[in-house]
């Protein structure tokens, strides 16, 4: 009978990755409104008679509020846990989402409300990553946490391969109907997860004693510091003081920042890139705009694997952060490469390229926030998401006026430098010696 038991549990599929592929589609849809609002910007252009620039103003004032919120996000997400804290965004997105598809036709000042509802909903998203991070470092041993971030950012990558269904959207029943799609799609994923999911796999009645033993004696990284009581989880005061003068967090948060600053210029600019610098026509520019989104998804799960295939066969800090480092410098080159080349295409491909080789370090950012800092890796977690949110903005903000004034080549350029100081931070983090100290 305990026999017959044992192979039926061994033979499982694991609840931790189930759960961890769901996150990967809601991590998909969330990316989904920016992308929607991205297509959608003509029609609301039109209709509420707002300018390029007042429209810039409320792409700005969501990356505001997500990068404003990262920090009481990541308190928000180690008090609720992640169930309840993905559950709640579940609520919260569509709600704001919804709002922006019923603006009244010919209201007064339709920019204010854009901009406040922008703002609302980028607040409540804020709470997305800190919570999965929290959920990985609770349901994941160290050697799978790279996978596992992995699986999860690749839905980031798997949203950009829905324009043509947004723009079908639009095009058939207006740009209203693909905020109330967006917000449906929301509704829908969040309600699965919040029955499926449990803040921890100790909780989960899905979860087999084999699997559970599995979590449980492998979560931490074997340092003293990190050696905490698990009845103790959570209930810790979180060390502000040492949170914020540790030269890994800050490394980490500024290498996350040379991130952001990359990945935002292909989310915010390489169509316009595509279109002005290279001259394609619209249709040709959205095609093309598609493969740094295939690359990115690409990047994110070879990276996953790479990062705990090298960690278990070299060492944590060889496959966290030398991966990372080295990911880094590459992308450097080919941005500098493939803003250079003369053909359309093969620049496209070349600066496509470069992106998934960024992301090869996406997951490994988090799961390094959840190797150094245990239980509060959901404050660590925002603190790191917020530098990469502020990169968004300044390349947002920086990318057009360089590219004005000295050429998109000097704009790709800059990134490229950055990305270079990004590989450099790297290597001030060691995984295994800079572990918070859990205190009483």
């Known amino acids: 009978m305990n026999s017959d038991s044992s ?28 992308i929607n609002i991205s297509i959608a910007a003509l029609g609301i ?96 041993p160290v050697s799978e946490r790279g996978k596992a971030n992995g699986l999860i950012f690749a839905g980031i990558g798997l949203s950009g391969l829905t324009p043509p269904l947004m723009t079908a959207i639009i095009l058939h029943f207006g740009w209203r109907a693909s905020f109330c799609f967006s917000a449906s799609m929301g509704a ?39 050696k905490e009581d698990d009845a103790q989880y959570g209930k810790h005061k979180i060390p502000w003081l040492q949170i914020f ?3 890994a967090i800050l490394a980490v948060t500024l290498s996350y ?5 990359v990945a935002w210029m292909f989310y915010t600019w390489f169509y316009t890139y595509m279109a002005q610098a290279r001259g394609l026509n619209l249709k040709t520019s959205a095609l093309y705009t598609m493969l740094p989104f295939l690359a990115m998804t690409v990047g994110c799960l070879l990276g996953g694997v790479l990062s705990d295939s090298i960690a ?11 991966l990372s480092a080295v990911s880094l410098a590459i992308t450097a080159i080919l941005l500098v490469l493939g803003s250079r080349i ?26 390094v926030a959840a190797d150094i800092s245990g239980e509060y890796v959901g404050v660590v977690s925002g603190i790191m998401n917020m530098g990469a949110q502020v990169g968004g903005v300044c390349t947002a903000a920086l990318t057009p006026v360089i590219a004005a004034h000295f050429g998109w080549n000097a704009s790709f350029e800059t990134a490229a430098a950055i990305a270079a100081l990004g590989a450099i931070a790297w290597l001030a983090i060691d995984p295994k010696r800079d572990v918070l100290v859990v205190h009483g």
């Open 342 to 367: 003369e053909s359309a295409m093969a620049a496209a491909f070349m600066l496509a390229f470069g992106v998934g080789v960024l992301f090869i370090a996406q997951s490994i950012y988090w799961a």
């Open 257 to 261: 920042f040379a991130y952001g600053y």
């Open 188 to 226: 829908l994923v969040g309600v699965v997860w919040y029955l499926a999911a449990r803040n921890t796999p100790e909780e989960h009645k899905w979860v087999s004693d084999a699997e559970r033993k599995l979590i449980v004696s492998q979560r931490r990284i074997a340092s003293a510091a990190a």
């Open 45 to 140: 252009e039109k209709e509420f008679a707002v300018s390029n620039v007042h429209m810039g103003w409320v792409f700005t004032a969501f990356l505001v509020g997500y990068a404003g919120l990262q920090i009481p996000a990541g308190v928000l997400a180690r008090r609720l846990g992640p169930r309840r804290t993905l559950g709640l965004l579940g609520v919260w997105r569509p709600i704001f989402i919804v709002l922006i598809a019923f603006i009244p036709h010919g209201i007064g000042n339709p920019l204010i409300l854009l901009i406040l509802l922008r703002f609302a909903l980028g607040a409540g998203e804020a709470t997305m990553f800190p919570a999965t991070s929290q959920f990985v470092e609770r349901w994941f």
């Open 245 to 247: 003068s540790s030269k």
């Open 7 to 34: 192979k039926t549990s061994s033979m499982r599929f694991p609840v931790r990755y189930l759960l961890v592929l769901w996150l990967m589609v809601i991590s998909g849809v969330v990316y989904l409104d920016r």
């Open 312 to 322: 278990k066969r070299y060492g944590l800090r060889q496959g966290r952060c030398t």
